[in-house]
């Protein structure tokens, strides 16, 4: 019997993958989490990290801001608008979004929005190594 279950992450305007996965690993709120065939069925939200697929005892790496994640029947879906598949990701890209980041955390912001710009600049600052 096959250790998989089903898996698609979607932007608003495009599928970004579409595939079968035996492991998923996401940044949630709750901390990261990691889903396998069979997994209770859950709700819940993406905070700034990276999401990791196994596909075939290889590991993709997709960065995301924020989403969405439902996990039923062995179907996994992840919707946001920011997923970025992370060898798509160029150097001046990562460096621009990390300078960016920073410059939002520095303005007047509530603790929570800086709490997640500072995930924000962690990830970023962990794929660009």
Sequence with gaps: MSENFNLEIISPDKTILKTETNQVTLP???????????????????RPGIIDVTINNKVEKFYVEEGTVEFFKNNLLILSSSAKNKKDLSVDQINSMKEETRQNINSS???????ILNHNVSTLEEISE
């Design 28 to 46: 949630a709120f709750e901390g990261l989490m990691t889903i396998l065939k069979d997994h209770i069925p859950l709700v819940t939200f993406l």
């Design 109 to 115: 912001i509530k603790d929570k929005e800086r709490y």
